[in-house]
Antibody, heavy 118, light 107 residues
Framework: EMQLVESGGALVQPGGSLRLSCAASGFTLPNYNMIWVRQGPGKGLEWVSYISSGGTIYYADSVKGRFTISRDDAKNSVSLQMNSLRAEDTAVYYC????????????WGQGTLVTVSS | EIVMTQSPATLSVSPGERATLSCRASQSVGTYLAWFQQKPDRAPRLLIYGVSLTSTGVPARFSGSGSGTEFTLTISSLQSEDFAVYYCQQYDKWPLTFGGGTRVEIK
């Protein structure tokens, strides 16, 4: 059974750093394109970052230069390194595997909560 | 950036009735349009991709239509488990963008 499990969410002070991980099971993650999507408290969905099976990477403007997506093929996981965190980065962060025919999130993890506050 | 606008923000519907949700793109996204359902404290769930293709396990009462800039999600006969928030998303161009959501509530 295919599963995605995020971890690493925590309370962090503004300006701090955090690393989120998304462990995949039931499929070989390097063969697929992966996405991070976030959802602020009481808000809608916002795309954050993308990494393709071939290594192409994209970021939303709101996180460009602060966040870094990467993949660990040996651990079958994808990570999101978040630096210079701001209050507006507070959200539940979801990792997702895209569909076979486009960059829509097909399979989602359960999410991990990041709170940026002093 | 392609802006996705959903309407209405809230839709009040009685069980068994038909619900029609709208999504408009600020420019053409062709057929690269998906719909998601989200229940409280749960991850979103893919319902529809490619405007009208139903994801595995999604009941037949859910259908999508449209092209270019105007899209519709129709729930033919609302069941109790369908009361949730629905989001559209375009994946034609980067950045990927979502609509603000439509909350379907019990009338």
């Amino acid at each position: 059974e295919m599963q995605l499990v995020e971890s690493g969410g925590a309370l962090v002070q503004p300006g701090g750093s955090l690393r989120l991980s998304c462990a995949a099971s039931g499929f070989t993650l390097p063969n697929y394109n992966m996405i991070w999507v976030r959802q602020g408290p009481g808000k809608g969905l916002e795309w954050v970052s993308y990494i393709s099976s071939g290594g192409t990477i994209y970021y939303a403007d709101s996180v460009k230069g602060r966040f870094t997506i990467s993949r660990d093929d040996a651990k079958n996981s994808v990570s999101l390194q978040m630096n210079s965190l701001r209050a507006e980065d507070t959200a539940v962060y979801y990792c997702a595997r895209t569909g076979a025919s486009g960059s829509y999130p097909r399979y989602w993890g359960q999410g991990t909560l990041v709170t940026v506050s002093s | 950036e392609i802006v996705m606008t959903q309407s209405p923000a809230t839709l009040s519907v009685s069980p068994g009735e038909r619900a029609t949700l709208s999504c408009r793109a600020s420019q053409s996204v062709g057929t690269y349009l998906a719909w998601f359902q989200q229940k409280p404290d749960r991850a979103p769930r893919l319902l529809i991709y490619g405007v009208s293709l139903t994801s595995t396990g999604v009941p037949a009462r859910f259908s999508g239509s449209g092209s270019g800039t105007e899209f519709t999600l129709t729930i033919s006969s609302l069941q109790s488990e369908d009361f949730a928030v629905y989001y559209c998303q375009q994946y034609d161009k980067w950045p990927l963008t979502f609509g603000g959501g439509t909350r379907v509530e019990i009338k």
